[in-house]
């Protein structure tokens, strides 16, 4: 019997390996490629000359038209990416090859499909790897998108977000939950589920806000199953070539049993960990080519209702659509806006400018940097309406701006405000500028900004209402705790020994703050210290009136903290000063983070 070209059957039998693995004759490639595999298996070293004769034909082995042959040269394929120091110039060709051809076939091509991709990913071509994994998710051929759907799970699963990040492919998974094929929406969830072990919940909310009701709460249902802090931990499991120190560490401490030793798995699991900004993988939405064409005219109405009616409605646009595109045009938008806060006598139209406000702020960050000024300038004014809800929403509003700007271009407002004639708004301030100055450092407060805002400050200690006296105290302990008493006492001698010891019981309770308005010290617990902060700059109860002006009069309590910046006095462990509040119904906060994420460091290889 003759073969495709003809000759004796033992005449291809003759040719050298890289030559039968070309041959017309399907059982000529499928001998080649065994041969291959033991070839590639016996080099005695990864630069071996035999590799680099194979690198332009690896790719033809993955589209092999013979399914018994194509096989065999996956198993050829595995060792030359295992082996060849070479074999990541070839992850182009062949990783789509085998993602079009191998992942709709038999169990064990497909199998033998996953093995080669994810080694890939161990010899450092997961950035590669990814990018032909999300083109799959486009195919039409429903197998092929469950498999490249389980490849991303394995992937991060066993390399880990670090390695394999989850930000580029997770915009395209989501729309897959509604997919018409049932074991493509079951894998989209499977992954879904993997993500949420490594990037938590917080994380994962906002980029599935949109999902369908009855999709989130399956994926819901899989969230509460799962034990983070247990079993389903994630884990690296597997490592890339460069990541051998970590593997071995990681081999060392799952060996022994102490308990010091599992410690060390979770500060190795720490490192592999990807650092993930939800609002980074949001998309940009254009919101002013969304607003309703009477937008403006119905903003303007004399109508409390359609006013209100419009808010609602950008309220809703910008809730959903919460990053805004940073290079549109705000000002006319921010302009109404700051009308509608400044002299609109409707309370609940105030509320829902100023949570309107709140999410622009968190949306553009830096971007509302020509904005926060203004925007604090009214809502500080606007302190004046006393009632609880409304102080809340102002100081939400507050919050958000703040980072967009800094003391010093802030100092000129602040000061006009800091002497106004109703008193609660001078409390309020302070109590605002405590957790700016809960933020600052002595790069962002240098001694010439600092000498704007204490006058003012030690002015108000000495003030008749109680609430004015008390804030101003509270300021003035935490620029106290913030900069160190070499730094403020000089300006303060004219006050007299209790008001002295009053600014450092105030300095001894309070939280320094880092720019994400998180507490600079790591030993004390988030949530305790969150509740502390958020509480010394509520609005709390409304305890005593004086002056015509209805007070808010902190209460102060201690809560533990770690030991502050050198620069600070030397005390016992801080706490925060905090207040207690009766009010009720507080507005709901935006969903973004009030504070710009500030990019952490890397930290260096153990």
């Known amino acids: 019997m003759a073969t495709a070209v003809g000759g004796d059957d033992n005449e291809w039998q003759k040719l050298p390996c890289e030559e039968k693995v070309q041959h017309k004759a399907w059982k000529a490639r499928m001998t080649g490629y065994e041969e291959c595999a033991k070839l590639f298996r016996t080099q005695d070293s990864d630069k071996s000359s035999e590799f680099s004769k194979y690198l332009g034909l690896v790719?033809?082995?993955?589209?092999?038209?013979?399914?018994?042959?194509?096989?065999?040269?996956?198993?050829?394929?595995?060792?030359?990416?295992?082996?060849?120091?070479?074999?990541?110039?070839?992850?182009?060709?062949?990783?789509?090859?085998?993602?079009s051809k191998c992942l709709n076939g038999r169990a064990k091509m497909k199998e033998r499909a996953f093995d080669i991709l994810l080694m890939y990913i161990?010899?450092?071509?997961?950035?590669?790897?990814?990018?032909?994994?999300?083109?799959?998710?486009?195919?039409?051929?429903?197998?092929?998108?469950?498999?490249?759907?389980?490849?991303?799970?394995?992937?991060?699963?066993?390399?880990g977000s670090k390695v394999l990040p989850i930000k580029p492919f997770l915009k395209q998974v989501v729309p897959l939950l509604e997919d018409r094929d049932k074991n493509v929406r079951d894998?989209?969830?499977?992954?879904?589920?993997?993500?949420?072990?490594?990037?938590?919940?917080?994380?994962?909310?906002?980029?599935?806000?949109?999902?369908?009701?009855?999709?989130?709460?399956?994926?819901q249902t899989e969230f509460d199953k799962l034990d983070l802090n247990g079993a389903d931990k994630p884990r690296q499991t597997r490592f890339l070539r460069s990541q051998q120190d970590l593997k071995q560490k990681m081999e060392q401490t799952q060996a022994s049993t102490t308990v010091s030793s599992s410690v060390t798995v979770d500060d190795v699991t720490v490192e592999l960990?990807?650092?993930?900004?939800?609002?980074?993988?949001?998309?940009?939405?254009?919101?002013?080519?969304?607003?309703?064409?009477?937008?403006?005219?119905?903003?303007?109405?004399?109508?409390?209702?359609?006013?209100?009616?419009v808010l609602d409605d950008l309220l809703t646009l910008l809730t959903q659509n919460p990053?805004?595109?940073?290079?549109?045009?705000?000002?006319?938008?921010?302009?109404?806006?700051?009308?509608?806060?400044?002299?609109?006598?409707?309370?609940?139209?105030?509320?829902?400018?100023?949570?309107?406000?709140?999410?622009?702020?968190?949306?553009?960050?830096k971007a509302f940097k020509s904005h926060a000024v203004g925007v604090l300038e009214v809502c500080l004014d606007r302190f004046r309406e006393k009632k609880p809800n409304v102080i809340e929403a102002l100081r939400e509003t507050c919050e958000a701006s703040y980072p967009a700007t800094n003391l010093?271009?802030?100092?000129?407002?602040?000061?006009?405000?800091?002497?106004?004639?109703?008193?609660?708004?001078?409390?309020?301030?302070?109590?605002?500028?405590?957790?700016?100055?809960?933020?600052?450092?002595?790069?962002?407060?240098?001694?010439?900004?600092?000498?704007?805002?204490?006058?003012?400050?030690?002015?108000?200690?000495?003030?008749?209402?109680?609430?004015?006296?008390?804030?101003?105290?509270?300021?003035?302990?935490?620029?106290?705790?913030?900069?160190?008493?070499?730094?403020?006492?000089?300006?303060?001698?004219?006050?007299?020994?209790l008001k002295l010891n009053k600014i450092k019981e105030y300095a001894e309770k309070s939280i320094l703050l880092n720019a994400r308005g998180e507490p600079r010290s790591s030993g004390t617990s988030t949530a305790a210290v969150s509740k502390s902060v958020a509480s010394s700059i509520n609005t709390a109860t409304m305890t005593k009136k004086s002056g015509g002006a209805t007070i808010v009069k902190p209460d102060v309590t201690a809560d533990k903290d770690e030991e502050?910046?050198?620069?600070?006095?030397?005390?016992?462990?801080?706490?925060?000063?905090?207040?207690?509040?009766?009010?009720?119904?507080?507005?709901?906060?935006?969903?973004?983070?009030?504070?710009?994420?500030?990019?952490?460091?890397?930290?260096?290889?153990?």
């Open 59 to 99: 790719k033809k082995f993955v589209i092999d038209p013979n399914e018994n042959a194509r096989e065999k040269a996956l198993d050829a394929l595995l060792v030359f990416v295992e082996e060849a120091q070479v074999a990541g110039k070839t992850v182009g060709e062949v990783a789509s090859g085998l993602i």
């Open 122 to 159: 161990e010899i450092e071509k997961q950035t590669d790897i990814e990018e032909e994994l999300i083109k799959g998710l486009e195919n039409k051929q429903p197998k092929i998108v469950q498999a490249c759907l389980e490849l991303l799970r394995r992937g991060l699963s066993e390399f």
């Open 187 to 219: 894998e989209a969830k499977l992954l879904l589920v993997e993500i949420y072990k490594w990037i938590g919940k917080q994380t994962l909310m906002p980029m599935i806000q949109n999902v369908k009701p009855i999709q989130m709460q399956e994926l």
């Open 273 to 309: 960990q990807e650092d993930l900004d939800p609002f980074e993988m949001l998309e940009a939405v254009n919101i002013l080519d969304r607003l309703a064409k009477d937008f403006f005219d119905k903003i303007e109405s004399k109508q409390w209702k359609e006013r209100k009616e």
């Open 323 to 365: 990053k805004p595109t940073s290079d549109s045009d705000y000002f006319e938008l921010i302009k109404a806006l700051k009308k509608i806060i400044s002299k609109d006598s409707n309370i609940p139209v105030v509320l829902v400018a100023a949570k309107c406000l709140t999410a622009l702020a968190k949306g553009l960050k």
């Open 408 to 497: 010093d271009q802030l100092s000129e407002v602040a000061i006009g405000v800091l002497a106004h004639k109703t008193p609660i708004v001078r409390q309020c301030t302070q109590q605002f500028l405590t957790k700016c100055f809960a933020m600052a450092t002595q790069t962002t407060l240098p001694k010439k900004v600092l000498k704007i805002y204490l006058p003012a400050l030690v002015k108000n200690t000495g003030e008749a209402d109680a609430g004015v006296r008390d804030s101003a105290f509270e300021s003035l302990g935490m620029l106290w705790k913030c900069l160190g008493e070499k730094h403020i006492l000089p300006h303060i001698t004219e006050l007299d020994e």
């Open 564 to 606: 502050s910046t050198s620069s600070a006095p030397t005390t016992k462990p801080t706490t925060a000063v905090k207040k207690k509040s009766t009010t009720t119904n507080k507005p709901a906060a935006t969903t973004n983070e009030p504070v710009e994420e500030k990019k952490r460091e890397p930290r260096p290889p153990k």
